[in-house]
């Protein structure tokens, strides 16, 4: 009496199983990087003029226009650039946009207009130009206007590392329990903190870094191995980034140096604070003058060029990568 065996595939795939030597994607090289994609400002500024007759912060949480890559894959992809989310975000004088939290954390950096406040855990930071402001995870966060002019700034957020790992909570306001905070000014005297800590210590005291302490840090910084100057935004308390899952930094460049080629697997979103030049990503060539965004996805080779001198302020989640163990950082060497 003749025995058939059954077919193990079939019985594998019914149960749930798949054997590694047959599937086709096990080994698959990575696909070529993502391309850069630049938003420039002249465009971009007439298009946030739009929303500004289209909609107030009454009729909607935020009047936020969100960077979209063009170059996404699938919808889950379509994030600015890997798990950083930019934004603009604009309010008239006279507006505000009301308090909430997320588990998302957030930051904004001003690109226009004077006199609006960010309140954070009841805190309030102005915003001045080229001053950045963290909102970190779970703190209360609402916008005011007293200012004359309409103020436009960037918002940055790590929206898809939250909607990747199914950690997006969202709470509307009125606050419960205003969380304590201590001033700014505890930690502005650099390199001494009080000894007496109140309120939250998962994030950084400090929520407001000034544009002029970045220029007088970066004044003073040495340069790093591709030639530019950067310095970081920190935690004061523990010398670690300003936010967990986003890293923040600001680059400059001397007139008309190119720096050295850098790649690296993190994720980069930069925008123009001041000077004009052009940055070469891979095979693209992306010119760029005042308060343009552009991308600079994983696995490029990087070069920056500033006409005269240059600063671009940089958000990525290279901290991220370096704290799971997995960043990888190159510099061409010099010829
Ligand atoms: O200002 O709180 O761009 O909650 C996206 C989500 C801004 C904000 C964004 C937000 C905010
Ligand atoms: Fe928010």
């Not at 003749?2 to 019914?14: G, K, T, V």
């Not at 699938?74 to 798990?83: F, I, Q, R």
């Not at 960010?118 to 209360?140: A, N, R, S």
């Not at 909607?163 to 419960?176: D, E, L, R, S």
Request: aromatic share 6%; charged share 20%.
């Amino acid at each position: 009496m003749s025995q058939s065996h059954p077919d193990p595939y079939a019985l594998w795939e019914a149960a749930h199983l798949a054997p590694l030597w047959n599937s086709p994607n096990a080994h698959k090289p990575p696909p070529p990087p993502v391309a850069a994609h630049v938003w420039r400002w002249k465009e971009t500024r007439a298009l946030v003029e739009l929303a500004f007759r289209e909609t107030s912060p009454a009729a909607v949480q935020r009047r936020v226009l969100q960077m979209l890559s063009p170059h996404a894959a699938s919808p889950a992809d379509e994030y600015t650039c890997g798990s950083v989310l930019a934004a603009l975000q604009c309010l008239l004088p006279g507006e505000t946009a009301r308090p909430h939290r997320h588990t998302m954390n957030a930051l904004r950096f001003l690109l226009e207009g004077s006199g609006a406040v960010t309140l954070v855990d009841g805190k309030e930071c102005p915003m001045e130009f080229g001053d950045l402001v963290l909102t970190p995870g779970m703190c209360w966060h609402e916008h005011r206007h007293d200012g004359k002019e309409p103020v436009v700034w960037l918002d940055v957020l790590d929206v898809p590392l939250h909607q990747h790992m199914g950690t997006v909570v969202f709470q509307p306001g009125p606050i419960v329990e205003p969380p304590v905070t201590m001033p700014d000014a505890a930690f502005a005297s650099s390199g001494i903190v009080p000894v007496a800590l109140d309120g939250r210590r998962d994030h950084s005291p400090v929520f407001r870094y000034p544009y002029a302490d970045a220029v007088r840090a970066l004044q003073h910084a040495p340069r790093s191995p591709d030639g530019a100057r950067r310095v970081r935004y920190i935690n004061p308390l523990n010398g670690q980034g300003a936010m967990a899952l986003l890293d923040t930094s600001m680059l400059q460049l001397d007139a008309g140096v190119p720096t050295l080629p850098t790649r690296t697997n993190a994720n980069l979103v930069c925008t123009v604070v001041e000077g004009h030049g052009e940055t070469r990503v891979g095979d693209q060539l992306i010119a760029w003058g005042p308060r343009d965004t552009f991308t600079l996805p994983q696995h490029h080779w990087v070069s920056h060029r500033g006409e005269a001198e240059a600063r671009l302020f940089i958000v990525s989640d290279a901290d991220l990568l370096r704290r799971l163990g997995v960043l990888s950082e190159e510099v061409q060497a010099a010829v």
